[in-house]
Structure formats: structure tokens, C-alpha cells
């Protein structure tokens, strides 16, 4: 599964960003799939997250303020991001993991998200 991420960019604090994630190919029924974050000097850390039976979860410090959702049929997750603050900048990365092993846990390339204040 190759995965595509598209959708960061510089925003003011208190402003909104969608971001989108395309896979090559169907991820339903996937341990995980979602979202995570890697600001600099910090560790990569998951922001919101799809389970397999379509749970979410989402990190502490985004809920309330992001939502993910997805399109099946298109392959496409999505991260809705509001009330956007300079902590939140990092860059993002969609992530699809099948069985929680590593050599089927997939990520796309990032996208950039700075959030000026």
C-alpha cells in the first residue's frame, strides 16, 4: 500500500486545516489507520487513528479540535483540523497499519503543518 498525504500549509493560530491521505489501495478492515505527528526534536506521535472496527482515538491534546473521517470507497482518510496553535505544527504523516506487524505498517510521505502564532 502506497499512501499519499497532501493538504499542510502555513496558517495564523485559531485558523483550519483539512489534510488528505490517499492509499493505492483499499485499507477497510485494517488494524489502524490515521494519522500521526513529528514536531522537531520530538518523537513521532499519533495524533487521531481509525481501528478496525472504526473506533477512533485521538490524542489528548487535538480532541476537540480535529476530527478524522474517511471515504471508503475512495481510499481517502481525512484530518480536519480547527482551532489550529503553534504547538501543533510538525509535519504530519497518514499511517496504515494491517496487522500490527512492522513489515506490513505503512506511511506516507508527510505533509508540513505550521501553525504561526
Known amino acids: 500500500v502506497q499512501l499519499q498525504a497532501s493538504g499542510g500549509g502555513l496558517v495564523q493560530a485559531g485558523g483550519s486545516l483539512r489534510l488528505s491521505c490517499v492509499a493505492s489501495?483499499?485499507?477497510?478492515?485494517?488494524?489502524?489507520v490515521g494519522w500521526y505527528r513529528q514536531a522537531p526534536g520530538n518523537q513521532r506521535e499519533l495524533v487521531a487513528t481509525?481501528?478496525?472496527?472504526?473506533?477512533?482515538n485521538y490524542a489528548d491534546s487535538v480532541k476537540g479540535r480535529f476530527t478524522i473521517s474517511r471515504d471508503i470507497a475512495r481510499n481517502t482518510i481525512y484530518l480536519q483540523m480547527n482551532s489550529l496553535k503553534p504547538e501543533d505544527t510538525a509535519v504530519y504523516y497518514c499511517?496504515?497499519?494491517?496487522?500490527?506487524?512492522?513489515?506490513?505498517?505503512?506511511w506516507g510521505q508527510g505533509t508540513q503543518v505550521t501553525v504561526s502564532s
Open positions: 481509525f481501528g478496525s472496527s472504526g473506533n477512533t
Open positions: 499511517n496504515a497499519d494491517q496487522y500490527g506487524w512492522s513489515r506490513y505498517n505503512y
Open positions: 489501495g483499499s485499507t477497510f478492515g485494517f488494524k489502524s
